[in-house]
């Protein structure tokens, strides 16, 4: 499941927050040491470099400033985290000037910066890290190879300027730490961004997973306490409604009771099945013939009876590799389902398609169809485009196709004008393919 881009930016804005107060952390350390050694005696002869450092220093304690005020307006992180490591990498580069140049020590911070850029934006922050200060490192050494840029007034030229055989090995070996540092940092961090998806899917499936043993125990204790009443209920408006004494109405109003009632057992037995999964017992069933009994079976309930439900199916047998009794349950909660979303003049349609290797069962209600998110949502548990219904059949659906997707099954939904389309396929028996090959075969012969 992938982030949305506002919880990335948000996760940014963390890790800027983060990054902005160890760099001045960092400054300040720098700082103590330099003042450490200047009032030790070490870098009083050097005033020129020390105020290039210091201003560097300053500079950059203004700029966190900066960036803290951008942080609360919340505005262009990406933009901000870009920013910082290519200033970073501008400050370092003053502070290599002023250090030695082509065989400064201070080089290191580069590949700092590089580490950093991994953290705020991944493999591309490291990438533009490792260019900018490459790029600052190259045009420094060549300004100052060139006469471009003067030594530091207060250090002498043969510490800066070098012959051409004396560059080439400062020049490789740090050249080769940055760009290490670099590639090691996006690849630790592409590593860490597909293991923080992994980790994020995992904690999804652990939530789902204590979701459904918490709805386990609702519904053992919704079947204990509701089906036995509801029993007593359906059972006595049945005897209700055969008495001659009740007037038409009166019978009427029985029979929404009844209705009603067996909805509640319907919901029930939903919750039921959603919640203690079984493992599916693979054998090859005739799809066919279970399409004709639901839909059969669909016509003659009550919630059935007011739509027309056609199938298209052939004759012969159609053979899968399924468990029949959940692919019942699949296409009769499909068929319950476009049955409830389609209007009285509408109608329902179950279709029976038989590929190469494959057998398609197609569900199509004639209600107003399916926006995008609710094709996204529609399998999810407790999720629901009408003003009733508990949003539990099509979740035990998916549910129990997830169960066959290893043996090739699977399910999808499409919307049309002419309503909601959910398709089921289904591998092939292997005595369907069978007669299918030898069939071809005769066929060619």
């Known amino acids: 499941m992938a982030l949305e881009p506002r919880a990335i930016d948000e996760a940014l804005y963390g890790r800027l927050a983060w990054i902005t107060g160890l760099r001045l952390a960092f ?30 220093i300053g500079v950059s304690y203004a700029l966190g400033g900066v960036y803290a005020l951008v942080l609360r ?23 290599v000037y002023v250090s030695g140049g082509a065989t400064s020590g201070a080089t290191s911070f580069y590949a700092l910066t590089c580490l950093v850029g991994a953290i705020l934006i991944g493999a591309r922050g490291a990438t533009i890290a490792a260019a900018s200060g490459l790029a600052l490192y190259g045009a420094l050494i060549a300004g100052t190879e060139l006469g471009f840029i003067m030594p530091p007034a207060d250090q002498t030229r043969d510490i800066h300027v070098l012959a051409f055989t004396e560059l080439g090995y400062p020049i490789l070996v740090n050249g080769l730490g940055i760009l290490f540092v670099a590639v090691l940092a996006a690849y630790l961090a592409e590593r860490l961004r597909i293991t923080g998806g992994a980790l994020e899917k995992a904690e999804v499936r652990a939530h789902e997973a204590e979701r459904l043993a ?18 007593s209920i359906s059972g006595s408006v049945e005897m209700l409604r055969e008495s001659t004494a009740l007037s038409e109405e009166e019978k009427q109003l029985c029979a929404i009771v009844h209705r009603e009632a067996a909805r509640l057992n319907e919901l029930v037995s939903d919750m039921l099945d959603l919640s203690r999964p079984r493992p599916a017992e693979i054998a090859d069933v005739d799809v066919g013939a279970l399409a004709r009994e639901v839909v059969a079976l669909a016509r003659r309930s009550e919630n059935g009876g007011n739509v027309p439900i056609e199938i298209h199916a052939a004759d012969e047998p159609a053979l899968a590799r399924c468990d029949g009794a959940q692919i019942r349950q699949v296409l009769w909660n499909l068929v319950r389902n476009a049955v409830q979303a389609s209007p009285e003049q509408g109608k329902v349609e179950v279709r029976l398609v038989s590929r190469s290797t494959s057998i398609e069962l197609e569900v199509q209600d004639s209600g107003p169809g399916l926006s995008d998110e609710a094709r996204g949502r529609i399998f999810d548990a407790f999720y629901t485009t ?5 949003g539990i059949g099509l979740a035990v659906v998916k549910r129990i196709i997830d169960e066959h997707a290893p043996f090739g099954a699977s399910i999808s939904v499409g919307s049309t004008s002419a309503g909601a389309l959910f398709r089921v396929i289904l591998p092939k028996s292997t005595k369907a393919l069978e007669i299918a090959a030898s069939g071809a075969v005769n066929g060619a012969g």
């Open 27 to 56: 400054l300040t350390l720098l700082l103590g040491a330099l003042a450490f050694l200047y009032f030790g005696g070490q870098l009083e002869r050097y005033p020129f470099s020390l105020r290039i450092v210091f201003s560097s």
């Open 73 to 95: 307006a919340k505005k262009f992180p990406r933009q901000l985290a870009m920013a910082q490591i290519i200033l970073d990498q501008a400050t370092w580069t003053a502070i």
């Open 214 to 231: 918490e709805l386990g125990r609702i519904a053992a204790w919704l079947a204990h306490e509701i089906r036995n009443p509801l029993g």
């Open 386 to 390: 009408r003003s009733h219904g508990a």
